[in-house]
């Protein structure tokens, strides 16, 4: 009988994701914020038609994993290698004030606690979840105006690749130090060997797929033989050096972004993740999202939330491109176009709360955060290229009355 549920809450739970997935996106949010409010409805806080199972945490673990290999495969390391130095800096200031400005924000509603606490722990974890940035949105909207090729975003894109990969390595620190178990020293250690192994596994791995994929190039067998591999860094990225899962499905994506068939992988990793996992996860979110437990301490804590992680980019990586000799205006803009938060952000909080790290109640702040990026971002962007062109244009006229005169 349970057998038979199963397929019941499976089925809920794909047209349920799709119909709010497509509703969200008619109203021009991101489609993940309707399979989020999807969970939401369908879930133990409305309509109760489904409820959180062992085995529905388990595939929303796997469209988790699938998540940050297609997140690894789509990243250009030839692009990341070209924006250098400043991406660079950019990326980390876009990290570190994010993470201080979510710390001190969960301190000062709920109390400093010591160094190497739990409390303390948490509050550096809705820091944590506050380092990432999602640019679907950012892309979209230069690439309507036109200037998704320019400077700005070629450094936006740079920017955010190395900042989502920085976050996952905060993480990776975090969680390994909230284990009591555990010392900073072997933490230190653990991490180190575990990217130390990677990248020579990772050498090894990519030379061979290399020679597959120019043997047998564009068949089934290298995305299933892709698949097996995320799977398989991912068990041991947890199993044996105590990294997070989806920190060695991360690194499986990004070891194979650069072979031939890379794209490839990509979309047919994309056809199990928009199909059934990647809705079981989200719709997960919802489910555990705990509204009868909000608050209007909780609700303020959220208005909070939003705004320190809005700003604290704004801030960080806007101050920082301006350091990098970026005018005053597209510095504005670098820090605008890195706020937007997404699909890391829901994977950072879903991390965080399986190993304790944070409340089911705080997800209702993070949908909140992306749904707000998500609308303000585009609006500000254009705003600010509005403006510019009003003004070149008005120079330009200008310049062109004088020269007539002038010749007259």
Known sequence: MEAYSILRDLAIIVIAAKLCGLLARKCRAPQVVGEIIAGLLIGPSVLGLV??????????????????????????LKELMKTGLIALLIACAGVFVPLVGGTLLYMGFYGASPIGSEGFYK???????????????????????????????????????????????????VIGFKNPDNKPLSVVIST???????????LISYKVFKWVDNRYPHTRRIPIAGLAYCLALSYIAERYFGIADI???????????????????????DVNSYMLFGPIFFISIGLKTNVAGLSGEIMLFSLGFVLTALICKIIGCGLMARACRFNMSD???????????????????QKGLSVGMMEDVYFTSVILLIIVSSITTPILLKLIYAKEDVGANTRDHEAFLYKKEKDE
């Not at 180190?192 to 990772?202: C, N, P, R």
């Not at 060695?248 to 972004?257: D, E, Q, T």
């Not at 510095?331 to 952000?345: D, H, P, Q, Y």
């Open 51 to 76: 409820s959180q199972t062992d085995f529905i945490n388990q595939m929303a673990e796997i469209g988790v994993i699938l998540l940050m290999f297609e997140a690894g495969l789509e990243t250009d």
């Open 123 to 173: 509050a550096v974890f809705i820091g944590v979840i506050m380092t990432a940035t999602s640019v679907s949105i950012t892309v979209q909207t230069l690439r309507e105006l036109g200037k998704l090729r320019g400077k700005v975003g070629t450094t936006i894109l740079s920017a955010a690749i190395i900042d989502d990969v920085i976050g996952i390595v905060v993480l990776t620190f």
């Open 247 to 269: 920190t060695g499905a991360y690194v499986a994506g990004i070891i194979l972004s650069s072979i031939k068939d890379s794209d490839y992988i990509a979309r047919k990793m």
């Open 192 to 202: 180190v060997l575990f990217f130390v192994f990677a990248i020579t596994v990772g």
């Open 331 to 349: 510095s504005l803009k670098i820090g605008i176009g890195m706020m937007t938060r997404g699909e890391v952000a829901l994977i950072i909080s």
